[in-house]
């Protein structure tokens, strides 16, 4: 099971530092990721987080002014989105896939996500 968390109302500019908290066994083996969902559009990948080396990767809408991590001791994953803007409204969701290899930014490989936080940036 996964749990977002840190979602909210935020001003351009600002900053927002969304985590997920997940139950269960052998977390270290999932590769962990970031989607989101805005009214009336798909979902896209934001980030991930591979589970062997802990590689990062980014989507161009957030690179550079994102940070993804995870803490396997205790099984949480946090993303960090500075200067946001507000076509980064959204729904984020986590998500996490069994060993995952070379396909962190396709949706249809996780196995399991969060319900969703919602991220609303004004102008």
């Known amino acids: 099971q996964l749990v977002e968390s840190g979602g909210g109302l935020v001003q351009t500019g600002g900053s927002l530092r969304l985590s997920c908290a997940a139950s269960?066994?052998?977390?270290?083996?999932?590769?962990l990721a970031w989607f989101r969902q805005a009214p009336r559009k798909e979902r896209e990948f934001v980030a991930a987080?591979?589970?062997?080396?802990?590689?990062?990767d980014y989507a161009d809408s957030v690179k550079g002014r994102s940070a993804i991590a995870r803490d396997n001791a205790r099984s949480t994953m946090s993303l960090q989105i500075d200067n946001l803007r507000p076509e980064d409204t959204a729904v984020y969701y986590c998500?996490?896939?069994?060993?995952?290899?070379?396909?962190?930014?396709?949706?249809?490989?996780?196995?399991?996500w969060g319900q969703g936080t919602q991220v609303t940036v004004s102008s």
């Open positions: 269960g066994r052998h977390f270290e083996n999932y590769a």
């Open positions: 987080i591979s589970w062997k080396d802990g590689i990062s």
């Open positions: 998500a996490a896939d069994y060993q995952n290899v070379g396909a962190l930014r396709l949706g249809s490989e996780y196995d399991y």
